[in-house]
């Protein structure tokens, strides 16, 4: 576990990092933008965020696994994922375009600014290799080339906000970001040592017949993720939109901790399903615990204190947003417990099953949002996001027999002498 630790670690700390600047840009944005400029981006960000499992084509489920189970292809493995993602990218960036066209045929300003901000697509598909550092337990390279990228990034939207550039500017920004962390992580993946990258299509079949079972589940989740932003946006404009997206992305603000945590155990928990079915067991109950705590903690803290984070990081322009940050906060558990739950899947060969565990909560999902939104606005898509993320991500482990042996280690996540201990044991080594 001492490798997880350290990994974690370097993630955490330089996404700690990350997020201060992240914050501060997000919120001087959102003030310059306002609510309905910032609702345009938002609606932006959720139609690409639609299509982002089309783009990797679920690759980004299965690559840790096949790198650390193939060492001597993962110049082939990687090469290959980055060049189908490339082609798939494309592709991808004109469907948004289409959409946003047909749906907002007299809004020219939404349509530029979903076209530019679907450019991210392209750099993040180069961005597959990361999950080789995952593999290898080299995070830290990964961790400071994001936060280098972020700095000058967040450098160039503070020139934007200052030189009072105009909406299509922030839209393309992301774009960048992911270019400049792309690009060094391909060169520094060289540096250490890392084979040729190279592309087989005979290799891309294979991926892909594993990886396939992961685009329409992920797209599922992206589905009851997003759709309430859009279907937000349609019925009752950008402004709510804004509102709402302020809600979700304060209800968010620590998700870069949970994602670093999930992401450094799951090399660990892979390697132990291989060798040591009671230490599998064991590191995955953990990290349900660790996850589901520290979850709720957040959830409590941003209930009580929804007014101060929404007032102090948006401006009171913004209060409209503290209600929805109030009830939406506290999906993030149910959702977080299922991207553990996905790690299980993986190491147990049982991907056809997603599909069927996300569509029936995206149909649940659209449904929900469609009988609420018009009724009770940005609280109603809040309530629905929760009922989702609960019937998704809990209710239907139990229904399904395959995946039922997850959850009762979910159950087990619950115990908290779990936590206490991991806790004793890291103030126990400190000390030493």
Known sequence: MGKVAKNATWIIACRIAQAFFALAIYMLTARFLGPSNFGIIIYAS??????????????????????INNPEREGKTVGTTILLSLISAVF????????????????????????????????????????????????????IVTLCAYLVVSAYKVFLLVTQKSV???????????????????????KLGGQKLEFSLGLGKELFSRSKHYILSSMMVTIFAQTDKIMIKSMLGETATGFYGAAVACAGLTSFIFTAIIDSFRPSILEAYEEDTKAFEYRLTLLYSIIIYLSLSQSIIMTIFARSFIIVLYGPA???????????????????????RDVWILANNKQNVLWKI?????????????????????????AASIITQFFTNVVTGFIMKQIRP????????????????????MISRERK
Not at 117 to 140: D, R, V
Not at 406 to 425: A, S, T, V
């Open 406 to 425: 997850n959850n009762f280690l979910m159950i087990n996540g619950l115990d908290p002498r779990l936590i206490i201990g991991l806790l004793r044991r």
């Open 46 to 67: 959720s139609l690409v965020a639609f299509v982002a499992p089309i783009m990797n084509l679920g690759f980004n489920n299965i690559l840790v696994q096949d790198i």
């Open 92 to 143: 991808c960036i004109s469907g948004i375009t289409t959409f946003a066209y047909i749906a907002n045929q007299n809004e020219f300003s939404t349509i530029i600014v979903c076209f530019l901000y679907s450019l991210l697509l392209i750099f993040q598909a180069l961005e597959l290799i990361q999950y080789w550092f995952q593999a290898k337990y080299l995070s830290k390279y990964t961790s």
């Open 168 to 190: 299509y500017w922030f839209a393309i920004s992301n774009a960048f970001d992911y270019c400049l962390i792309g690009i060094s992580l391909i060169v520094i993946y060289r």
């Open 358 to 382: 996300n569509m029936s909560g995206a149909i649940a999902n659209v449904i929900i949002n469609w009988l609420l939104i018009p009724r009770f606005g940005i609280y109603g898509a809040s």
């Open 318 to 340: 913004y209060e409209a947003s503290i209600g929805a940050l109030q009830a939406v906060v506290w999906y993030t558990t149910f959702s977080y417990m299922g991207a553990i």
